[in-house]
């Protein structure tokens, strides 16, 4: 069975980056924020359990009402937890196919900022955390999604804190702008053929 990297970190730290070099090293990646996405419109046990829910304008002209489910989401924890119960379950599950579907694979990851909180670390074999210094990381998110500093503080304080992910991460890749990205990779990937023989692509 291919060894599960699971990709994590906060917003603005790199993972998309990360996991892009993964590719590039014939790594397959399953993104989760694209994968849901196409569950909340694809899979029927959600859109039944989130019209349930929130009623029928959650999909209203068959397009879900991204700002009603946000509304609903971040209007308090019990909100959040009833719509991560609907999704997450089916979220592993999808992995899960998707893993076996890619068993040719010695290596696979899954990319995730909510990996550790949504219960995704038992999904996978290793934890990677990709760090930035704070201010590093608003800046970055700042001018990707044209957003407000204090937004984007306030999105970085809604999540796991960096302190926290390191002590539940079993291997840090620093992307500050400073310390090379590539060398980190190719340490993680050697790290992982000490422990399991020699990690080749497909």
């Not at 699971?6 to 989760?32: A, D, F, H, N, Q």
């Not at 304008?57 to 937890?81: T, W």
């Not at 890749?173 to 692509?201: F, R, T, Y």
């Amino acid at each position: 069975m291919a060894i599960r990297l699971g990709i994590t970190g906060g917003i603005g730290s790199g993972k998309s980056l990360v996991c892009r070099l993964l590719e590039t090293m014939g790594i397959p990646v399953y993104i989760s924020d694209v994968e849901t996405k196409k569950l909340m419109l694809a899979d029927p046990f959600i859109h039944k359990e989130l019209v349930t829910l929130l009623g029928e304008d959650v999909y209203a002209g068959g397009v879900l009402n991204k700002s009603l489910l946000a509304s609903y989401l971040f209007s308090g924890p019990e909100h959040a937890k009833q719509v991560n119960g609907i999704i997450h379950p089916r979220v592993k599950d999808d992995f899960r196919r998707w893993v076996q579907f890619h068993a040719s694979f010695s290596v696979v990851a899954i990319e995730s900022a909510i990996l550790i909180e949504a219960g995704f670390a038992g999904e996978v074999d290793v934890v990677v955390m990709v760090y930035a210094p704070e201010e590093v990381r608003i800046e970055r998110a700042v001018r990707r999604d044209s957003s407000s500093h204090e937004l984007i503080r306030k999105r970085i304080r809604s999540q796991m804190s960096d302190e926290e992910k390191r002590k539940q991460a079993d291997f840090v890749i620093v992307n500050d702008g400073e310390a090379p990205l590539m060398p980190q990779v190719l340490a993680l990937i050697a790290s992982l053929s000490e422990k399991n023989g020699s990690v080749s692509e497909k």
